[in-house]
């Protein structure tokens, strides 16, 4: 994890929990929010469109010729402050106002305070000369947007006029709520559907005069639901968003590895969906079923599929909290599932969790947009995500991130604000480039992991079997033998193994990602028994030597120097450096293993070294290692230690490759299919189609 950690550095990725990077590693799905991170995070100003007599104007682009309550609304509706010259804030605020060409200033005197009844307003000044009515508005009282509430506000009052007035704006669907319904054209649903199928995102602007009679103090008094009700509906302002560059192609690469990509944002659930069609997130042979829930007066819920860009079919289930839903015969829509997606909003959501648990999960897990969701809404959706069993990472730039980016198991911020404090991961590249890095870092990290925990623990074995063997013998190790094991052979795999680096793909198979597992379990075991049989038959092939003469020992010595220490010290000394070569895999993890160059510098050194004391060992050597001269002529016992080294390697690197790495042995290892699966699977979630009752309208 640290050499991950160091990578992902390097990377301009920086972790402040690096146990979190393994988590990466088993990534089954990932979640994006939208603006800013699917998409540019400064949103391109395309047009205006006013309401007059309740119906809309045509859309107007010169916004600089825009006068009246809808550019002061532009001019004062935002959060924006000066630093020196430069204006701080939201880069939305900023494009609508910069779009006015309105200057914005900050009262700096007495007397500018004194105009407006309060200590230090801050100010807008039009440029236009046309505007005789009004050339400066004070902005009074801001109440800040809410991610919950989908709107913000200010009070406002005209220099020279006492009358106040209120200025909102916010989601097109949360203004007209609390708008005065004769007030919002009749055509609203169908513009503001045209616009959001089209991508564009989508605010609606609206005003309110209050009291005249009020007063600076009075007014810092005044109720935020007083303020934002009864409002007076001004029109729309249209802004188009566009994909970041390295959006597509992650989204594409997270598929090919059969990673399930999911939107969660807070912009309307057409425009979410386009979107999301753009970048593939829904792929082009997907049908999108929009799901919709309504509680109606009786406490009973609604649920209504509809088929997007298709014949509209509707799927209607009365249900109360304790009824159960009626099963229905396979419709043709069902025949289609695989190519299906489910999209959802905040409200229906919220629904569905409340009377609806078990459908819940299977809409939550068959859907692939989540729109108009709360900061709490993102965080119970990845938490239901978790619950059925899937590994879950989220990606995010905003402050209504935090809770999805903190209760993921991979959380990734793009943003060095907010969301960094609560993500495990935070990207100082703006896009999502940083998440198949993030999940090639976790399987490589992942791998290495169990591979050192196994190659410590068969280290151990080996070393308890020839210790087992010497004493069966009456003899033992020597303590430069304890030396040569634990410092050289197995320091340099610990040192060396985590400096493989991640594979260049992500593959569709995925690591281990459990200790107790069929695979580890089986591989240990294998590898134990494969070098016990061997250590066994180099003892075999030690006591049919011609010259082998049998150890007498000695009671009051170790009786190291005999042939017995000798042959089995030696041929252990080779099964270590095996075991590290075979649990330190390449592909599709990790980089091969020639690729790690002190590594495999190490091991060739480590491999030649022991050749040298195998062949042709130099008496001082024989001598520091406590080993005796082995007689064999022509070298023929060694040649044969050699021979069965090799079948040694080969035997062991077919049960690691081979049978470790086979799916359908290691179900049946771990009689995976007589065990209860955790997971709720898509053809589960999308099958909620044929769970609903249909009823003919």
């Given amino acids: 994890m640290v050499y991950a950690q160091f990578r992902l550095k390097k990377k301009s990725i920086y972790c402040i929990s690096p146990q979190r990077i393994n988590f990466g590693g088993n990534i089954d799905v990932v979640c994006f929010d939208k603006t800013g991170t699917l998409t540019e995070d400064c949103l391109d100003l395309m047009g205006i469109q006013l309401s007059n007599d309740s119906r809309f104007d045509k859309l107007q682009t010169d916004f600089q010729s825009v006068t009246g309550l809808f550019a002061y609304c532009m001019a004062t509706c935002h959060s924006l402050s000066k630093i020196g010259s430069e204006l701080v804030g939201d880069p939305i605020d900023t494009k609508m106002f910069e779009a006015t060409g309105w200057t914005l200033e900050e009262a700096s005197t007495v007397e500018d305070a004194a105009n407006l009844d309060q200590m230090a307003p801050t100010t807008v000044k039009s440029s236009n000369t046309n505007e005789a009515d009004v050339h400066e508005i004070g902005i009074l009282r801001q109440f800040p947007f809410s991610s919950r509430l989908q709107r913000m506000s200010v009070i406002t009052r005209t220099v020279g006029n006492e009358n106040l007035v209120a200025f909102v704006k916010g989601s097109p669907e949360m203004i007209t709520s609390l708008c005065t319904q004769e007030t919002v054209p009749t055509d609203f ?41 009864e409002l007076i509906f001004l029109g729309l302002m249209v802004m188009q968003n566009k994909l970041k560059q390295q959006t597509e192609p992650v989204i594409s690469e997270l598929h090919s590895a059969n990673i399930k990509t999911v939107m969660i944002t807070g912009d309307n659930i057409l425009t979410a969906i386009n979107v999301a069609q753009k970048c593939n997130l829904v792929t082009p042979y997907q049908k999108i079923y929009q799901v919709h829930a309504n509680v109606s007066g009786d406490d009973v819920a609604n649920i209504c599929l509809t088929l997007e860009h298709a014949a509209v079919e509707q799927m209607t289930s009365h249900k109360s909290k304790n009824d159960n839903v009626q099963p229905h015969s396979q419709s043709d829509e069902a025949a289609e599932l695989p190519n299906m997606c489910y999209a959802v ?20 897990v068959g859907a692939k947009v989540f729109a108009r969701m709360s900061p709490i809404q993102k965080d119970q959706c990845v938490e239901t995500l978790m619950e059925v069993g899937l590994t879950v990472g989220m990606c995010g730039d905003g402050a209504n991130d935090c809770g999805a980016l903190k209760t993921a198991h991979i959380g990734i911020s793009l943003s060095e604000a907010e969301a960094s404090v609560a993500s495990p991961f935070t990207s100082k590249t703006p896009d999502i480039s940083c998440v198949p890095e993030v999940i090639k870092e976790g399987r490589c990290a992942l791998t290495t992991s169990f591979g050192m925990f196994k190659y410590m623990a068969l280290y151990s074995m080996i070393q308890f079997v020839t210790a087992m063997m010497l004493n069966t013998f009456g003899t033992y190790f020597g303590d430069i033998h304890f030396l040569y094991i634990d410092i050289f052979l197995c320091t340099s795999v610990v040192l060396f193994m985590g400096r493989n680096k991640p594979y260049t793909r992500i593959s569709v198979q995925k690591p281990v990602k459990n200790l107790m597992s069929a695979p580890i379990i089986f591989s240990f075991t294998s590898q134990t028994v494969i070098q016990t049989i061997f250590q066994t038959i180099c003892y075999y092939i030690l006591i049919a030597q011609p010259w082998f003469v049998p150890l007498d020992p000695d009671l009051d010595s170790k009786n190291i120097l005999c042939y017995e220490t000798t042959a089995l010290v030696l041929y252990s000394f080779f099964q270590y450096v095996i075991t590290g070569y075979l649990f330190t895999p390449g592909k599709p993890f990790r980089t091969p293993i020639y690729k790690n160059k002190p590594y495999a510098i190490s091991f060739m050194l480590l491999t030649f070294f022991n050749l040298m004391m195998l062949f042709f060992p130099p008496e001082p050597f024989n001598t520091f290692f406590e080993f005796v001269e082995i007689p064999s002529p022509k070298k023929i016992f060694q040649v044969e230690l050699f021979a069965l080294l090799l079948v040694n390697v080969v035997v062991s690197t077919l049960f690691e490759r081979c049978l470790v790495t086979n799916k359908k042995l290691m179900d049946i290892v771990a009689c995976r299919c007589f065990r209860k699966k955790h997971k709720l699977s898509y053809a589960e979630a999308y099958g909620l189609l044929t769970e609903i009752k249909c009823e003919t309208t």
Avoid: C
Avoid at 209 to 219: N, R, T
Avoid at 350 to 364: A, N, Q
């Fill in 189 to 229: 649903k169908e513009v503001l559907s045209e616009y959001t199928k089209q991508g564009f995102r989508v605010l609606a602007l609206a005003y309110k005069p209050l009291d005249s009679s009020l007063k600076w103090h009075k007014d810092m008094q005044l109720n935020r639901d007083d303020v934002e009700s």
């Fill in 345 to 364: 909003d905040g409200s229906s959501f919220e629904i569905l969790r409340e009377y609806y648990p078990e459908e819940f999960k299977k809409v939550v």
